[in-house]
C-alpha cells in the first residue's frame, strides 16, 4: 500500500523494499520555485506498480512523477526534471541533458526533480554441494549478489521464485529431479552445470515426462563463459562471468517477477498541454467519437464547453 512518509521514513521504505527485491526509483527535489508544493530536499519512492511512498509535489506533478519513475526503472537510467508551466519553459534555455515537463499546475510553481533507478542486486540461487558450487556463491556475494545456498534434497517450493537467477550445479545427484522442480517456479535464468551431452541427456529425460518444451529449452549448459581448460572452481568464475554480462545487457532483471514494466498510453491534454496517462484517472471526456484525457476535472470543466476552441488550436 502506498502512504504519506517523509524524512528519514522514505529512506527506511527503500531499505525494505531492496531486501525485498522490488524494484523502485527514489526521487529528490533538487530545486523548487514557490509556490510549489515541493520542499527542496523532499523525496518519494515510486515502485514498478506505480505505488508512490512519500511526497514531492501535488496533483499535477505526481502524475509525472509516476510516468517518468517507471521509465527510470524500465531504462536503469537516471534522469533530471524540469516541471513549469509550459510559457515559462518555452523561454528557458534548458540545460543539456534535463527533460523539459509542462505542467498546468494553478499555483504556477516549478520544481526539479532527480529521479534515479534502485540497482537491487540479482537473487542468485546455488544448488549443489560441490566446489564449484561454493565458490560460486562466495564470489557472488563479495559482488552483493543476494544468494541462497541449498543442496539438491534441501530444495523447497520456496526457495526458488520467478524473478530468481538459479544455478544448478547437483553434478549427478539427482540433476533430473532438482531441475524439474526449478522449471516448475519458471525462474528468469537457469544454467545446469554440466557437458552437452549429460545436459542434453536430463533435458530430454523430463521432456519425455512431460516437462513444458519451452521451458527446458531456456535451461543454459554448459553454462558459463567459455575460459578453456579450466579446474572446477574455476568453472564458478566462468559462471559469474555469464551473469554479470548477462546483466549488464539487461537481460537479466533484478525485480520481483524480473517482470518488464508495463507500458501506459498517454495522451496530451487539450486544455492545458500536459502530457497524462490515457486512462479512467484522468477525467476522459468523449467528444465526436474520440476520448479526451485532461489533468483535473477544471481542464475537462473548460474543454466540455467549447471543445472546437480547444481543438482549432491543436491545428494552428
Known amino acids: 500500500m502506498s502512504g504519506i512518509l517523509d524524512g528519514w521514513a522514505v529512506m527506511e521504505r527503500a531499505l525494505e523494499l531492496s531486501r525485498q527485491g522490488e524494484a523502485f526509483a527514489l526521487a529528490t527535489v533538487v530545486w523548487r520555485d514557490a509556490p510549489s508544493s515541493g520542499q527542496d530536499g523532499a523525496r518519494a519512492i515510486v515502485t514498478a506498480d506505480g505505488e508512490v511512498y512519500g511526497?514531492?509535489?501535488?496533483?499535477?506533478?505526481?502524475?509525472?512523477?509516476?510516468?517518468?519513475?517507471?521509465?527510470?526503472?524500465?531504462?536503469?537510467?537516471?534522469?533530471?526534471?524540469?516541471?513549469?508551466?509550459?510559457?515559462?519553459?518555452?523561454?528557458?534555455?534548458?540545460?543539456?541533458?534535463?527533460?523539459?515537463?509542462?505542467?498546468?499546475?494553478?499555483?504556477?510553481?516549478?520544481?526539479?526533480?532527480?529521479?534515479?533507478?534502485?540497482?537491487?542486486?540479482?537473487?542468485?540461487?546455488?544448488?549443489?554441494?560441490?566446489?564449484?558450487?561454493?565458490?560460486?556463491?562466495?564470489?557472488?556475494?563479495?559482488?552483493?549478489?543476494?544468494?541462497?545456498?541449498?543442496?539438491?534434497?534441501?530444495?523447497?517450493d520456496d526457495t526458488v521464485t520467478p524473478s530468481s537467477v538459479v544455478v544448478v550445479a547437483t553434478q549427478g545427484h539427482g540433476d533430473e529431479d532438482v531441475l524439474e522442480r526449478v522449471l516448475a517456479a519458471d525462474p528468469q535464468y537457469v544454467g545446469l552445470v554440466a557437458s552437452r551431452r549429460r545436459g542434453e541427456a536430463v533435458t530430454g529425460y523430463l521432456a519425455d515426462r512431460g516437462v513444458d518444451r519451452g521451458r527446458l529449452d531456456r535451461v543454459r549448459f554448459p553454462v558459463g563463459l567459455d575460459l578453456g581448460s579450466t579446474s572446477h572452481r574455476e568453472i564458478a568464475v566462468a559462471v559469474l562471468a555469464e551473469l554479470v554480462q548477462l546483466r549488464a545487457a539487461g537481460e537479466l532483471s533484478a525485480g520481483r517477477?524480473?517482470?518488464?514494466?508495463?507500458?501506459?498510453?498517454?495522451?496530451?491534454?487539450?486544455?492545458?498541454?500536459?502530457?497524462?496517462?490515457?486512462?479512467?484517472?484522468?477525467?476522459?471526456?468523449?467528444?465526436?467519437?474520440?476520448?479526451?484525457?485532461?489533468?483535473?476535472?477544471?481542464?475537462?470543466?473548460?474543454?466540455?464547453?467549447?471543445?472546437?476552441?480547444?481543438?482549432?488550436?491543436?491545428?494552428?
Request: with cysteine.
Open 257 to 316: 517477477g524480473g517482470a518488464p514494466v508495463p507500458a501506459v498510453e498517454t495522451a496530451i491534454d487539450p486544455v492545458c498541454g500536459m502530457t497524462v496517462d490515457a486512462t479512467d484517472a484522468s477525467h476522459p471526456f468523449e467528444h465526436d467519437g474520440r476520448t479526451y484525457y485532461f489533468c483535473c476535472p477544471g481542464c475537462r470543466h473548460a474543454f466540455s464547453k467549447a471543445p472546437a476552441d480547444f481543438l482549432a488550436q491543436e491545428t494552428t
Open 55 to 156: 511526497f514531492v509535489g501535488g496533483a499535477c506533478a505526481e502524475p509525472v512523477l509516476i510516468r517518468e519513475a517507471r521509465e527510470v526503472i524500465a531504462t536503469g537510467e537516471s534522469r533530471l526534471l524540469w516541471l513549469g508551466q509550459p510559457d515559462e519553459l518555452a523561454e528557458l534555455h534548458v540545460p543539456s541533458g534535463v527533460t523539459a515537463v509542462p505542467i498546468a499546475c494553478q499555483s504556477d510553481g516549478a520544481l526539479q526533480l532527480f529521479i534515479e533507478p534502485a540497482h537491487t542486486a540479482p537473487r542468485l540461487v546455488v544448488i549443489g554441494r560441490s566446489p564449484m558450487a561454493v565458490t560460486l556463491a562466495r564470489l557472488a556475494e563479495a559482488l552483493d549478489w543476494k544468494v541462497t545456498s541449498v543442496d539438491g534434497d534441501q530444495l523447497s
